[in-house]
């Protein structure tokens, strides 16, 4: 790994991080089967910064988001905030740092408790990390919070149910802003909204990014929105990133077969596996037993026997000091 001249910027960092998870093994074998949904991932949000991460459905995206908080303890490797390791970190001890990371979802319903208020949701989360003085502070926090998320503030009294999907999620959004937090791992925040829905949400995820200069991780399947929120981008296959730069030069100039394909598919409305099968071959592999060398090999138009399918590739340089990276044994090459 070359040395990172802008270290001071990063705030969340995974460095190397892996996660297997054990799932149910036949009978008669000993060892457990372990999916193996990160396979030692070292990528950086810096401050004030969003990075998209996009892949198939199944590649270890929230898995890799979850890691990023400590939501789940990685199998290997390390997880840093803001400098410092918490990989280890006593849960006592990171409580006053989680108040800095959260997580809004895909889904805003399941993940509201539909016997409390929004004024509770809310309040909650203010009660868990004593950030207001008295119910009068809480009562106008939540006001405020609900003004800035888009929300009129008789919201309060009323019920998740009450409200529509894109509502709900600006609620989800005033859940996590509570608690005054840098980092938020949204994790396909719009993909259950309709689509005329979906562009305010992002408008105000890009309005608060810039008057709280939060940073993001943003995980998306759509290509096109990734485009218009994240500075810079990693794609994500089987456990791996495979690609990742910033969003211009990366969207520009895919340097991986599978970025390509990926971006290919883009320009249909729902770019789903259908358009990505057309442009490369079968499915996505098991992550209980991955292919040899480049996962992608078996799909790969560009594959070369006996390299591709013995070694994994590193994750490298486009051209000496660049930001663009890619792990491929035969890259498609900038113009
Ligand atoms: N708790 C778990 N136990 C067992 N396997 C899991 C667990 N969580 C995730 N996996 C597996 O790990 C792999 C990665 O899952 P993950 O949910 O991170 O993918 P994803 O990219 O977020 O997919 P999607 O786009 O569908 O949300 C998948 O094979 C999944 O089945
Ligand atoms: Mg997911």
């Not at 009450?162 to 719009?190: H, M, N, T, Y």
Request: hydrophobic share 40%.
């Amino acid at each position: 790994m070359t040395a990172d001249p802008d270290k001071s910027r990063n705030l969340a960092v995974v460095d190397r991080v892996q996660k297997y998870f054990p799932v149910q093994s036949t009978l008669l074998s000993r060892t457990p089967t372990m999916v193996r949904a990160v396979e030692s991932v070292t990528l950086r949000v810096r401050r004030g910064e969003t990075l998209g991460l996009v892949g198939e459905s199944g590649c270890g995206k929230s898995t890799l988001g979850r890691l990023f908080l400590r939501l789940l303890d990685p199998n290997g490797g390390r997880i840093l905030y803001d400098g410092q390791d918490i990989t280890r970190l006593a849960q006592s001890k990171l409580r006053p740092l989680r108040r800095k990371m959260q997580i809004i979802f895909q889904d805003p319903y399941s993940s509201l408790n539909p016997r409390m208020t929004v004024r509770e949701v809310v309040a909650e989360a203010i009660r868990i990390h004593k950030l207001a003085k008295n119910r009068r502070e809480e009562q106008a926090k939540i006001a405020a919070l609900l003004e800035q998320v888009g929300l009129r503030a008789d919201a309060m009294g009323r019920y998740p149910h009450e409200f529509s999907g894109g509502q709900r999620q600006r609620i989800g959004i005033a859940r996590a802003l509570a608690v005054e937090p840098e980092f938020i791992v949204c994790d396909e925040p719009i993909s259950a909204l309709d689509v005329s829905i979906q562009a305010q949400i992002v408008n105000l995820l890009l309005d608060l990014q810039e008057t709280l200069g939060l940073s993001y991780l943003f995980i998306s399947h759509d290509l096109k929105i990734v485009e218009h929120i994240a500075h810079r981008v990693a794609v994500m296959y089987l456990g791996r990133i495979v690609e990742q730069g910033p969003t211009d030069r990366v969207y520009d100039n895919p340097m991986h077969p599978y970025t390509r394909a990926l971006l290919s598919a883009m320009p249909v409305a729902d770019p789903t596996q259908k358009r990505l099968h057309a442009l490369v071959e079968g499915d996505m592999p098991s992550a209980i037993s991955p292919p040899p060398g480049c996962a992608f090999h078996p799909r790969c138009p560009r594959v070369l026997e006996g390299t591709c399918n013995q070694e994994v590739p590193g994750l490298i340089e486009a051209t000496f000091g660049s930001e663009h990276r890619v792990a491929c044994w035969n890259p498609l090459v900038e113009p």
